[in-house]
């Protein structure tokens, strides 16, 4: 920038220029030359060190000292200790009436606390000495704050006198500097363009007169601006010198590409263009994969919602009503399984029980002779020969037969005995050896 030495990015022109009511304010802060001073003090300063919380705190302190019966002012700060302790031993010898006239005659103190009784306009009494003793609080108080103002180097010409309205008035100054200084730092880099330490109030004054009267024009520029830029390139123009040559440089050689997507851009539609300013919006970038990744997505949730609208069902898939209907139907299924079990076990130990036959004596005759040749210990018979004779009691106790295809060859006679034959691995077993029973039956897996 002209007259300041300095080039300022174009986000630190935008700060300034949002921060011109803080820096108006800052004018009429240090319309005083002692507040301009003070406010010199300060800006150097860290904000931590300068802390307006601090400030109010040890005001309110030493404002509370003149409330009341106010601090003695009449002695001198380097007097006040030994003023305390005579008062004490005056205070403490008073107490009895042979103290008292001790005191009177022969104590040391008598002349320092009668004198500083008669400054304070106080009687010699006990209620003078409460008094005293009050009021000499109060300005230890005040000398003790005191202590802290000055200790503070950025704080200057703290008030040597006791007098209440000159503390007022410097505190208000003070206040009016840390106001100034907490606005000035707040702008944005104008500590690198203009120094207050080293300027007068009426130079400092000028300096931000001229500062922003070469700003002025800058928001109507960046009006005109952005009809051809992008903010990320009006913001590299401010920071690389050579950036605007490189910005001609790429327009010559893109000028026709330029032209073309200009034509495009004029052919879209008013709902075309919303839909890329909407991508835009949340890809914050241009990138095409990214786009066009985010608009396939988005077409296929508008799809789903219009579909979801169209036939209400659907809508178990998005809610997560579907994961529960499927743990519902695989516990019913589970259920069911283990229920078809039991009925199937249930109904076979019926079969076995329907239709027993008893004699005149009422002793059970079915399954007795089958039970004999089972349990016999001689002449057992063969399982062909059992089977042959008993094959309807059998087949009712034992409705279900695991066995080898040769074990049924040997076992079983060649007619129609079974429902429902399952051949479990087939390549192992020869045709010559299933076939004969594989025709048995009318199903057959």
């Known amino acids: 920038m002209e007259n300041f030495g300095t ?18 304010e800052i004018k009429t802060l240090i319309e005083q030359e002692s507040v301009y001073h003070y406010f010199q003090s300060m800006v150097p300063e860290q904000d931590e060190e300068t802390s307006s919380l601090w400030l109010s705190n040890i005001e309110k302190n030493l404002m509370s000292c003149f409330t009341d019966l106010g601090a003695e002012a009449h002695t001198p700060a380097f007097q006040l200790g030994a003023l305390q302790k005579a008062l004490y031993r005056s205070m403490k010898a008073r107490k009895s009436l042979i103290g008292l006239v001790r005191w009177e005659l ?27 003793e009050k009021k000499l609080d109060s300005r230890l108080n005040l000398e003790h704050n005191l202590s802290k103002l000055k200790a503070k180097t950025w704080l ?14 410097w505190f208000a100054d003070q206040h009016f500097a840390l106001q100034a200084k907490l606005n000035f730092i707040s702008i ?10 080293k300027l007068s109030a009426d130079a400092f004054k000028q300096k931000l007169d001229t500062l922003y009267a070469q700003l002025a024009s800058l928001p109507t520029l960046r009006t005109a601006w952005t009809n051809y830029l992008t903010p990320a390139q009006i913001n590299s123009i401010t920071q690389q010198p050579g950036f605007s040559q490189k910005l001609t440089e790429n327009l010559k050689a893109d000028f026709d590409a330029l032209c073309e997507f200009d034509i495009l851009q004029e052919s879209l539609t008013g709902d075309e263009r919303s839909i890329l300013n909407k991508l835009h919006e949340q890809t914050q970038s241009w990138d095409e994969y990214l786009i066009k990744g985010l608009f396939i997505n988005s077409l296929s949730l508008a799809w789903i919602e219009h ?12 809610s997560g009503k579907i994961n529960l209907l499927e743990n519902e139907l ?34 059970r005759v079915t399954y007795r002779d089958l039970l004999h040749q089972t349990t016999k210990k ?39 005995l079974f429902d429902l034959v399952i051949l479990m691995k087939l390549p192992s077993v020869l045709p010559n050896e299933v076939y004969p029973h594989y025709t048995e039956v009318s199903k057959h897996w």
């Open 307 to 318: 579909l979801e609208v169209r036939e209400s069902e659907l809508r178990m898939v998005s």
């Open 7 to 24: 080039r300022l990015d174009w986000g630190q022109y935008e700060a300034l220029i949002e921060m011109e009511p803080q820096v108006q």
């Open 156 to 169: 200057k010409n703290v008030p040597e006198t006791l007098d209440q309205k000159e503390f007022i008035r």
């Open 330 to 363: 695989r516990d019913l299924l589970t259920e069911k399984q283990n229920i078809s079990e039991e009925i199937i076990l249930m109904r076979a130990r019926e079969k076995v029980v329907d239709d027993l036959k008893f004699n005149r004596l009422n002793n």
């Open 188 to 197: 944005r880099g104008i500590k690198n363009i203009i120094n207050p330490v």
């Open 378 to 416: 001689k002449k057992v018979w063969p399982i062909r020969k059992l089977i042959s004779e008993f094959e309807e009691e059998i087949f009712k106790v034992m409705p279900c037969w695991l066995a080898s295809p040769e074990s049924v060859s040997a076992i079983f006679p060649m007619k129609d």
């Open 106 to 132: 022969f104590s040391k103190d008598k002349f320092l606390i009668k004198r500083t009784l008669v400054q304070n306009n106080l009687e010699s009494n006990k209620q003078g000495f409460k008094t005293l």
